[in-house]
Structure formats: structure tokens, C-alpha cells
DNA sequence: ATTAATTTGTTCGTATGTATC
DNA sequence: TGATACATACGAACAAATTAA
């Protein structure tokens, strides 16, 4: 039996991994899924909030902690996106 | 009838044994037990403190002894957890 | 042009737990 | 023992820009 080791798709509230990581590595996961493509916003900090059942402030951690790591980017008002690796070029 | 040998739920002032090294034995014991699964939190310090009436400085040693020993982790702000000998992966 | 809904930005306050002195 | 600082989390409120009806 072999389990698979990955973010889970619920917070643990206990663990010794703070929330706002664990969604970070829930976001990361759902990214390389396929979930939120290239060129159109992820879920708003609302409906993470909601999904997850954390604070809004917890989920910007979360974001924030992404976009330090190049992965997201946010666009004020519009939403949250995922940088395309391969599109290099962004000036509009 | 049967009484298990081993460390007792209080301290013994008196004793040969430092309280410190008494409570690491009872977090032990505890831990054998089950008292804590694994994933999630022991006792704060704080609680223990309180339900030995020791120190906060004499649980912390206690603490210190088990995770040398490699029987505890301790996670800033976050708690300290029992170790899981069956989970060797922890980069995440 | 107006309005309402959506989304991110910002700032409080409160609580818990650890780190340090 | 006590005091202070720090990291984290939750909740609430309001601002400001965008978008769609």
C-alpha cells in the first residue's frame, strides 16, 4: 500500500505546518493540476476563504507567500494569476 | 492484580531523580500510552507547568531532553508534536 | 450614466504559544 | 517569576478599483 505524499485538500488546524503553508502548498498543487490556467485569475481570496475555512488575512499570507516565490502574481481589483513560465514577455 | 511499574503522574521533590527528569519520564510514559497521536500537539508548556506545578524553565529542559533524544519536535509558535517514527518525510 | 456586485488593499482588535531576558 | 517581543490566526470593518447589469 502505497500513500501518496502531498498537500491535502483540507487544513489541519493542529499540525506542526502553520495554515497559511499548507494552502500555499494546496495552491501549488492545484496549479501544476491544471486547475487555474495560464492567462485567467485563480479562485478569489473569497472563495479560498470560504473552500478552506480560513481568515482572509491567513489566505493573503498564503498568496503573498507565492507571489515572493514567482509563482503567483496580482493584478489590484482584478485578481490573482498564475505567472506562465513560458511568457516572458509582460508589459501590457 | 497488577501495578505497572514506571513514572508516576506527580513529582517527587524529594527524590533522587531532578523533576525534570522525572516529568521527561511521564511525557514518555504518556507518549507510550497514546496519550498524544501523533500529528498533533502535546501539552503546552504552559499546561504542563500547571498540571505538575513545575517551572516553565524545568518543563522546557524536560522538553529539550526529549527532543534530543529525538522523541519530540518543536515547532515555533506553533507547538511541540511527538515524532513519527513511521514518517521519514518531512520536507513539506 | 448609475448602480450593485466583485475583488484586492488596509487596518484595527483579540487570542494563543513560543523565544528571550 | 515576570516582562517583553515575535509569529501566527481569526474576525471585522471599511476603502478603492473593476466589472457587469
Redesign the interface.
Known amino acids: 500500500m502505497h500513500m501518496e ?3 491535502d485538500d483540507t487544513i ?1 488546524h ?5 495554515p497559511y503553508r499548507q494552502l500555499a ?1 494546496i495552491i501549488r498543487a492545484r496549479l501544476e493540476r491544471g486547475d487555474w490556467p495560464t492567462g485567467r485569475p485563480i479562485a478569489s481570496e473569497t472563495q479560498l476563504t470560504q473552500e478552506y475555512g480560513l481568515a482572509r488575512t491567513t489566505v493573503r499570507r498564503s498568496i503573498k507567500l507565492l507571489v515572493d516565490e514567482g509563482v503567483l502574481f496580482v493584478v489590484p481589483h482584478r485578481g490573482t494569476y498564475p505567472v506562465d513560465s513560458t511568457q516572458w514577455d509582460r508589459e501590457n
Chains 1, 2 share one sequence.
Open positions: 505524499f502531498g498537500p489541519d493542529e499540525g506542526p505546518l502553520t502548498a
